[in-house]
Each structure stands twice: as C-alpha cells, then as structure tokens.
C-alpha cells in the first residue's frame, strides 16, 4: 500500500551485524561532538513523532532533546490526548502520520501494535519499548560496555530477573555481536521460546544467578514487575526473592565486572543499593547514552538507509 519501503526498527535483528557496529561507533562519535560543542544538523527541518502507551523519563527526553541537537523537531502523542485513545485504528493512524511526519516512535503495550504500525507507514518506524523487546535500551548498553572495554564480542553478560523485553533484546544482541549470554531466571519466567530459539548457541538458561555471574563480564537486571504488570508485583517478589544483584552475585563475576540497569531501578529488590550506587556500576552513562545511541539511529534511519 505505501509506496516507499522505509528501514524500520522494531527489534535489533533488523540491522545487520555491519551496521549494527557501524551505529554503535556513530554513537560513540556523536557523543564526543555534543562534548566538544561541535554543531551536526543533518535532519534540518525533520519531524519526529512520539507515541506513548506507556510512561516514560529516558526514552522520551533522550529522543526529544536527540532531535533538537540533530537540527529537527520531536512530537509527543499521548494516546489521552490523541484520537487513537477515542478507537481511530492504528492502521489509520499510521497512514496519517507518517504523511506529516518523517520518522515515528511508538511504545506500546503489546509488539503486534508496532508492527501493524510499521506495516502501514511510509516513513520509518522506531520501537521505544514493548512487553517483548526493547532495542533502543540495548544499544545504549552496547555503546557504554564499548566505551568502556572496546569490544562486547566474545564476551560473557549475565542477565539476572525476569525473561522481560530488555532479555529478549539482550537475546537479539548476543547474536547480533557475537556474545555469551547467561540467563538466570526462576522457573516460568523464561524469555520468549522464539527469541530463545533463533539466539542459540549464543546463550545458557538457568536457575541459579551465582551460577550465571560466575565469570561475567558484565551483569544486568531489570525490575520484576513491568509496566503493565503491578497487579502481579507481590508474586514475582517471592518468585524472584533470591535474584537481587548483591555483592555476593557480583562477586562471583570477573574482579572488573561492570553492572548497568535500564533503570527505573528499585533498590533492595532487583539490585542492592550498594552494587547500583556502586565502583562497578555504569548506569548514569548507560542512561545518558540513550541519546547518543538513538542519535545514531535517527541519522541511520533518516539519512544512510535512505540513501542505500
Ligand atoms: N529505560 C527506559 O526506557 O526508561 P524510560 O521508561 O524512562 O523511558
Ligand atoms: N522491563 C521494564 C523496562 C522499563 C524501561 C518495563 O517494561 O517496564
């Protein structure tokens, strides 16, 4: 129906390895430029439109200031104040949008929502969080653990809590960067069986989180209970009582082992104030490169992708 094909991102798994390493050092590149005052506006006169389903600190900031710097503009759209939240299909919605606007992020509840927004629109489309993945998250993560390290390839992450949208997309990135993958997670709570599936042989699945530590190079968690899940919070707090990132979990990862958190984090549950508030902890630059990351992203999406 729409007559361009735009490059989307819905998952990680939509760039290939190349261009995935090529965003990340774009990223690290841009960052330096914001730091040194250098002026870079390719999208002069470019829109951005931001729906959001859910609430949201980094990811809308981080894209609304991203866009600014890049020379364009960046709309927020709640669903409260939009006719979406009145019942306009998406469908609808996305073919009007993306007639006005030159790139679209969208958070949402469920992933079918994105993708049946990505289906009918002429400009691309950017996930900004669903309950299944959240790729924007992860290359601010691949951007701080290069920053920090140089590489990811080869490495070993552990990923300890709920098999959530930030394991899946952890799933995607052990692919996409050739990386180990130790998932500790109590019994049903894995990650999704096909995210699970198309990541094998990139990734180890247990119970014990001393065992997925041991040896890590990096350690991550997320909250136990998502947006969209409070109803159910008190049950995964006894399901995952012996999962809070602790010394002792650190301990067990290499003595340079890093800890990063997507954050919101909530101490004393997911992780101990002492590991977050901690020498190995990168969060605050974890956060701050969300808009470095998807700064990257943006140029990739609205000017290289469009070219090729
Ligand atoms: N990490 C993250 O996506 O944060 P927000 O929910 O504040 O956007
Ligand atoms: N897993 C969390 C991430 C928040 C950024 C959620 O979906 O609520």
Redesign the pocket.
């Known amino acids: 129906e729409t007559q361009s094909h735009p490059s989307h991102f819905l998952t990680l798994l939509d760039l290939t390895p190349d261009a995935a390493q090529q965003l990340i050092q774009r990223a690290i590149e841009l960052k330096q430029w914001q730091r040194a005052g250098v002026i870079h506006t390719p999208l002069k006169q470019r829109t951005l439109g931001m729906i959001f389903e859910k609430s949201s600190t980094r990811t809308r900031v981080s894209f609304e200031v991203g866009m600014v710097q890049l020379g364009g503009h960046a709309l927020f759209l709640s669903p409260r104040d939009t006719q979406l939240g009145r019942g306009e299909p998406i469908p609808d919605t996305a073919r009007v949008l993306s007639r006005m606007v030159d790139a679209i992020m969208i958070r949402t509840f469920e992933h079918d929502t994105v993708e049946l927004f990505a289906q009918h629109s002429s400009v691309p489309v950017i996930n900004g969080?669903t309950?299944r993945f959240?790729p924007c998250?992860v290359l601010a993560d691949i951007q701080t653990y290069y920053e920090q390290r140089g590489t990811i390839t080869g490495c070993t992450v552990a990923y300890i809590g709920d098999g959530?949208?930030?394991c899946n997309s952890y799933l995607n990135a052990a692919q996409l960067f050739d990386f180990h993958l130790k998932i500790a997670c109590p019994d049903g709570f894995e990650p999704a069986a096909d995210v699970l599936n198309r990541a094998a042989g990139h990734y180890t699945l247990m119970r014990d989180p001393n065992q997925a530590a041991t040896n890590a190079d990096l350690i991550i968690t997320?909250?136990w209970a998502?947006?969209g899940q409070e109803a159910d919070a008190e049950r995964r707090c006894i399901a995952f009582a012996n999962y809070c990132v602790n010394d002792d979990i650190m301990a067990h990862a290499k003595s340079d082992a890093l800890f990063m958190h997507?954050?919101?984090a909530h101490r004393g549950e997911e992780v101990s104030a002492s590991v977050i508030d901690g020498p190995q902890s990168v969060v605050w630059d974890e956060a701050e490169n969300r808009l470095h990351a998807q700064k990257a992203l943006l140029e990739y999406l609205l000017v290289t992708a469009s070219i090729c």
Do not use: F, G, R, T
Request: with cysteine.
């Open positions: 969080l309950d959240h998250q959530n949208n930030m997320d909250v998502s947006m997507c954050l919101p």
